[in-house]
């Protein structure tokens, strides 16, 4: 079967550095994904990544390790805009398999 | 404006009554999907279509049917409604679903109560 696990709830104080883990375990992979979801909204891309590695894109940066099975989002200067879910995300073939979430709190 | 528009945004019905959400998206993009979201479970793909008259299931495809007569539409059939398909359903397209990955574009999701 195919499993992608992610802790429920985090939560982080402004201006603090949080990093959201993500473990995978499926039939395939071509890459994988990071959404953010604001509650009652629909979610949006932050990253994707193909190859093992860190990509950094300003405040964002998410690492991959396939041998692993493991990628992590981490979120710098957190601003209260960023108070939302990160949703982790595998693809493989056309498929698309998603992680539960992670609700990000953050506290001034 | 590129967008993914999804209707109705809000529907309530009852058990058995047959009904369609629509899915449209202006980008030209040959990728299409639709998925449902219910609290602790995240995001479950429910039926994706590679271009128009290709179509394949999902992870919860039951219960459900979808057509690709054109590009651009993506409509979600729910022939007899359930209970336990009361949910969020987001529709949202990409570029192409293959081994180049791109990123999908949503719609702004149909709150769905069957009672």
């Known amino acids: 079967g195919q499993n992608i696990d992610q802790p429920t709830e985090m939560t982080a104080t402004e201006g603090a550095i949080v990093q959201i883990n993500c473990t995978y375990q499926t039939s395939g992979f071509n890459g994988l994904f990071w959404y953010q979801q604001h509650a009652g909204e629909a979610p949006t891309f932050l990253s994707y990544n193909v190859l093992d590695g860190l990509e950094e894109k300003g405040r964002f940066s998410s690492f991959l390790s396939r041998s692993k099975g493991y990628s992590y989002l981490l979120l710098k200067e957190l601003q209260m805009k960023d108070s939302a879910s990160y949703l982790c995300a595998v693809t493989f073939n056309y498929q698309l398999i998603w992680g539960a979430g992670t609700k990000l709190i953050i506290k001034p | 404006e590129a967008q993914v528009t999804q209707n109705p945004r809000y529907l309530i019905t009852v058990t058995g009554k047959k009904l369609t959400v629509t899915c449209s998206q202006n980008?030209?993009?040959?990728?299409m999907s639709w998925y449902r979201q219910d609290p602790g479970l995240g995001l479950r793909q429910i039926y994706y279509?590679?271009?128009?008259?290709?179509?394949d299931k999902g992870d919860v495809p039951e219960g459900y049917k979808v057509s690709r007569k054109e590009k651009r539409n993506f409509p979600l059939i729910l022939e007899s409604p359930s209970p336990n398909q009361t949910s969020l359903y987001f529709c949202a397209s990409s570029l192409s679903g293959g081994l180049a990955s791109y990123e999908q574009y949503f719609g702004p999701g149909t709150r769905l109560t069957v009672t």
């Open positions: 980008m030209n993009h040959e990728y």
């Open positions: 279509s590679m271009n128009v008259e290709v179509t």
